[in-house]
């Protein structure tokens, strides 16, 4: 279908006159009119390709447009578009048990969300009934979801604006930031066992019996890719044994093979009690997420209510989706093509730390990466600053744009630059996003001195 430009604007118009975007202001909105996409490629309505770096919002890991998910949810949908919660589907069993192969450990059944923030929200209420405990220990920077339960868990700045609403029980601690570590130490293993040592303090301050979990994303996202020590999931599940606190685990991002390995958490070879699962599950095909518990927290409501429900639970079709592109994923070696591509990125960004002095630290793991760029390298002084206002992000406004008018798609957010791109990407294709980044970089280094 040939649209006129005055077709081509009316979509934009419409989308501005009559829905709503996410986390920003809704007047002076200019967003890519997108026509179609495939592999690691948008293409706008004027025919422009961006190279998507980010995989979206981290979540399209096979790549846009595969056609074998379009085909099973068609079949699907021909069988049984939806029944309620409490019937059996042959695809919710099917998909159920190989989440429950893929996962770490005991991990063996899964209460099926619509996506990431319904996962922690399940995960918060079963822990807390689970234990008859109250509160949940997270980390500042950390980000769990948008609705109330999930985003009082998070750190993120983005809560402000609803924090006099903010749900009880809520407790945050440091990260083991090394880069900018609060404790000024010496080296990540130092870091680690610093905010080690604050986050038992505040769990004996918070008394130990009240505590019904502690929760902490499998790798860190968007909040910088923050990269734990070796050590530190093992002394968290020693911890919250010690304390007998549950440990959850927030894969929505990290998990399916972003890291390199099926979650962020199998880097560290510690199993969670309870792993929240999103985005990747169905690569952002259709809406699904996860809560898996233990079977030893699953036998527990063998004879107890299980309070908690949601009328799209274990929906069909996204079942579908979910299961299909589970089996791309595996015959694909995504996972795998996902470890090798991101010691690929990691060479490429090293060499334009030697040419960038706006490149103050680059921390990644598999395909889930990010660029914190500085005015000086000595004093670290952030580009932009963490949560800045409008009038302090010129920088990040000229990088952001420079990136979208050279054809890429990705996160800058504050002084962060994200790369986790889709799992399929090539040698080639991360080549062709590095120089597209290597440009945009001129505009950060005009600030450093």
């Given at each position: 279908m040939n649209l006129t430009e005055t077709?081509?604007?009316?979509?934009?118009?419409?989308?501005?006159?009559?829905?709503?975007?996410?986390?920003?202001?809704?007047?002076?909105?200019?967003?890519?009119?997108?026509?179609?996409?495939?592999?690691?490629?948008?293409y706008d309505r004027e025919g422009k390709k961006y190279i998507d770096f980010s995989s979206q919002l981290m979540n399209v890991n096979i790549g846009h447009g595969n056609p074998r998910v379009a085909d099973a949810v068609m079949r699907q949908m021909q069988e049984v578009s939806y029944v309620y919660p409490g019937m059996a589907t042959q695809v919710r069993g099917e998909l159920g048990k190989l989440i429950a192969e893929i996962t770490p450990g005991n991990l063996t059944k899964t209460f099926f969300t619509l996506g990431g923030s319904e996962a922690v929200e399940n995960a918060i209420k079963i822990a807390r009934i689970y234990t008859g405990r109250s509160k949940i220990i997270a980390q500042y920077r950390s980000y769990h979801g948008a609705t109330y339960g999930s985003m009082s868990a998070g750190g993120d700045p983005r809560k402000h604006a609803v924090d006099n609403q903010s749900a009880p029980g809520f407790i945050h601690v440091e990260n083991p930031y090394f880069y900018r570590c609060p404790w000024n130490t010496n080296s990540m293993e130092e870091c680690g066992n610093m905010a080690l040592q604050q986050l038992e303090r505040i769990i004996k301050f918070e008394n130990p019996d009240s505590i019904a979990a502690m929760i902490f994303e499998g790798e860190s996202g968007s909040s910088g890719c923050i990269k734990y020590?070796?050590?530190?999931?093992?002394?968290?599940?020693?911890?919250?044994?010690?304390?007998?606190?549950?440990?959850?685990?927030?894969?929505?991002?990290?998990?399916?093979?972003?890291?390199?390995?099926?979650?962020?958490?199998?880097?560290?070879?510690v199993t969670p009690d309870i792993m929240c699962i999103a985005k990747g599950l169905t690569s952002g095909y259709l809406p699904l997420g996860g809560t898996v518990v233990t079977d030893t927290i699953a036998k527990y409501f063998d004879e107890k209510p299980l309070t908690i429900?949601?009328?799209?639970?274990?929906?069909?079709?996204?079942?579908?989706?979910?299961?299909?592109?589970?089996?791309?994923?595996?015959?694909?070696?995504?996972?795998?093509?996902?470890?090798?591509?991101?010691?690929?990125?990691?060479?490429?960004?090293?060499?334009?730390?030697?040419?960038?002095?706006?490149?103050?630290?680059?921390r990644n793991t598999g395909l889930l990466g990010c660029i914190e760029l500085v005015k000086n390298q000595k004093t670290k002084e952030p580009i932009t600053p963490w949560n800045a206002k409008p009038e302090e992000s010129e920088a990040t406004y000229r990088i952001a744009a420079k990136i979208r008018e050279l054809g890429m798609f990705t996160f800058v957010k504050w002084n962060f630059i994200f790369i986790a791109p889709p799992l399929c990407i090539t040698e080639a294709?991360?080549?062709?996003?590095?120089?597209?980044?290597?440009?945009?970089?001129?505009?950060a280094d005009e600030y450093c001195h």
């Open positions: 077709d081509k604007q009316k979509i934009v118009q419409d989308n501005k006159d009559y829905t709503l975007f996410s986390w920003s202001k809704q007047g002076g909105q200019n967003p890519i009119n997108v026509k179609s996409a495939r592999g690691v490629n948008l020590p070796s050590f530190y999931w093992q002394k968290l599940r020693e911890m919250a044994d010690k304390y007998g606190i549950l440990l959850i685990d927030d894969e929505v991002m990290s998990g399916f093979g972003r890291t390199g390995k099926w979650f962020g958490i199998d880097n560290y070879g429900g949601l009328t799209y639970s274990a929906h069909p079709t996204s079942c579908a989706a979910a299961l299909e592109n589970l089996k791309i994923m595996q015959e694909g070696n995504m996972v795998e093509n996902a470890a090798q591509m991101g010691f690929y990125i990691e060479h490429k960004v090293a060499e334009l730390r030697a040419k960038h002095p706006s490149i103050g630290d680059f294709e991360i080549d062709e996003g590095m120089e597209i980044i290597d440009q945009a970089l001129n505009i």
